[in-house]
């Protein structure tokens, strides 16, 4: 009679606990990376009685969820991928926004009303008013030159700053799996049952994989560890490795940039990490930063610089639009007169070298005082001498970029379809990449997802499997009476 009534007990709580654990599921069928439970049972231990080998009822095991670690693995391998090509796509639309012609004049149609304005005045060399076009033309070419050169910066640090939130991200999603793998450690000590904490850890380490492509793995003391590829193990069981920011020097930047962002260890600070990240959002930014946006930069500057060159080697050759007195002695022009100088005039303030020429390009002091020192002549006191001019805007047809094979139009579109196609190439990637980590989450699903579906169906066997249950021990206790009955008889 004992074993009936511990027959009907077992099953009794078995049916209670796989209510409570369909419960649980069905109550977060909606929190994001739960994965459904089961209870886990297995019979009692049979026992010979009357020589016949008698069950004992049922045995609670655990409370399991149901998970694979490959389809974790594989989801955050696709996060990592998607987060490194969307944020890419968002950086370099925003680059790709400096060029856009359509709202406002690019640089290419300014740089070509500039020459064109030196070939009317080829054909008007003493038209005041055309010489004042020459500078205002001029005036837009240096003013979109720093607007392309500062927005540039600008997106650069801009970058930097969302890095550095990053990095705080990543900082407490170390902080939160760490305490997540002591919690379970705790737990596991004492048997309990540990699978809410661990959906929690594998939701942080997918979120942690968003920033930068990270692999897991349990050394050999059962402590869970996260490691970033290329970098190394920071997460070890209940410790973690904080990562730092801080500003370096041009010399020591990766952009070739001042005040530039660097990424290392809190321990190890003379060791830079910044270049070191594979994949996820904080990958993306550095090569956007370091490679994409640097490289328009050069290429800015490489124009500003040529265009300053070409035009001021030309331009110093000639002489003033005024008057000039001749040596008596020599027959020479005077090199100076009561304005100045007469010649060796440079249009363009000059620039040592190319860094940072986007930024300093400047007309020179003497063309924005006089009209009259915007040279045409190759020869003093010539007022139809146009050479000068002629000799200027040709320099827009001429290859003096890319060591004789590009000109200043060429490198400037050359440089606008770089840009484009790595946007554009970053707008296919981030579509495909949400392709297959979308499939890669339908996949989760299906394997550690909650069927509301499939757990009402079990809620109403369990709950079948208590009444069964229940009706056993009432049976029992009938029968016990039963023979208790008889017994006062």
Same mark, same amino acid.
């Given at each position: 009679m004992a074993n009936l009534l511990n027959i009907g007990l077992t099953g009794l709580k078995a049916s209670k606990i796989s209510l409570k654990t369909t419960g649980h599921n069905l109550a977060n069928v909606n929190t994001e990376g739960f994965s459904?439970?089961?209870?886990?049972?297995?019979?009692?231990?049979?026992?010979?009685?009357e020589g016949l080998i008698q069950g004992t009822g049922t045995r609670t095991v655990k409370v399991s969820r149901i998970s694979d670690e490959n389809v974790e693995k594989n989801l955050r391998n696709a996060t990592s991928k998607y987060n490194f090509h969307n944020e890419r796509k968002f950086s370099l639309s925003q680059v790709e926004d400096i060029f856009n012609e359509v709202d406002r004049e690019g640089l290419n149609q300014i740089v070509t009303r500039f020459f064109n304005s030196f070939r009317e005045l080829a054909v008007q060399p003493e038209n005041v008013t055309v010489r004042s076009v020459v500078r205002d033309n001029a005036v837009?070419?240096?003013?979109?030159?720093?607007?392309?050169?500062?927005?540039?910066?600008?997106i650069s640090r801009n970058l930097d700053k969302k890095a550095e939130h990053v990095v705080e991200e990543v900082n407490q999603l170390m902080n939160q799996?760490?305490?997540?793998?002591? #919690?379970?450690?705790?737990?596991?000590?004492s048997n309990q049952e540990t699978g809410d904490y661990r959906d929690m850890r594998d939701l942080a380490v997918k979120r942690l994989s968003e920033n930068f492509d990270i692999h897991t793995y349990t050394d050999n003391n059962g402590q869970f560890n996260v490691a970033i590829r290329n970098v190394g193990t920071i997460i070890s069981g209940p410790k973690f490795q904080k990562l730092s920011t801080t500003r370096v020097n041009r010399s020591q930047s990766l952009n070739d940039t001042?005040?530039?962002?660097?990424? /290392? /260890?809190?321990? %190890?600070?003379?060791?830079?990490?910044?270049? #070191? /990240?594979?994949?996820?959002?904080?990958?993306?930014?550095?090569?956007?930063?370091?490679?994409?946006?640097?490289?328009?930069?050069?290429?800015?500057?490489?124009i500003a610089f040529n265009l300053v060159s070409s035009v001021n080697a030309i331009h110093e050759r000639g002489f003033?639009?005024?008057?000039?007195?001749?040596?008596?002695?020599e027959n020479t022009p005077a090199m100076q007169d009561s304005k100045g100088k007469t010649t060796g005039i440079k249009f363009f303030r000059a620039l040592e070298d190319k860094q940072d020429a986007g930024m300093k390009i400047e007309l020179s002091e003497d063309v924005l005082a006089d009209l009259t020192n915007i040279v045409t002549a190759l020869e003093p006191n010539s007022p139809g001498d146009n050479r000068v001019s002629i000799a200027i805007s040709k320099i827009q047809h001429q290859k003096i970029f890319d060591d004789g094979n590009a000109t200043l139009e060429e490198k400037y579109l050359q440089s606008i379809a770089?840009?484009?196609?790595?946007?554009?190439?970053?707008?296919?990637?981030s579509e495909q990449a949400e392709g297959i980590?979308?499939?890669? #989450?339908?996949? %989760?699903?299906?394997?550690?997802?909650?069927?509301?579906?499939?757990?009402?169906?079990?809620?109403?066997?369990?709950q079948h499997a208590y009444e069964a249950s229940a009706k056993i021990l009432k049976t029992a206790d009938q029968m016990f009476n039963t023979v208790i009955g008889l017994l006062k008889r």
């Open positions: 459904r439970q089961r209870l886990l049972q297995t019979s009692n231990n049979p026992v010979i009685k837009m070419v240096v003013e979109d030159i720093h607007r392309i050169r500062q927005t540039l910066n600008n799996i760490s305490t997540m793998n002591q #919690k379970i450690q705790i737990l596991e000590v001042a005040n530039s962002l660097d990424i /290392f /260890f809190s321990e %190890r600070p003379d060791q830079s990490l910044t270049g #070191k /990240f594979k994949g996820g959002r904080l990958s993306s930014l550095m090569k956007v930063r370091n490679e994409d946006i640097q490289r328009l930069q050069k290429s800015i500057d490489d003033v639009n005024r008057t000039i007195q001749m040596n008596q002695d770089d840009i484009g196609l790595q946007s554009s190439k970053a707008r296919m990637d980590l979308n499939q890669q #989450k339908t996949v %989760r699903e299906r394997i550690s997802g909650v069927s509301i579906d499939e757990e009402t169906a079990n809620m109403v066997r369990y």
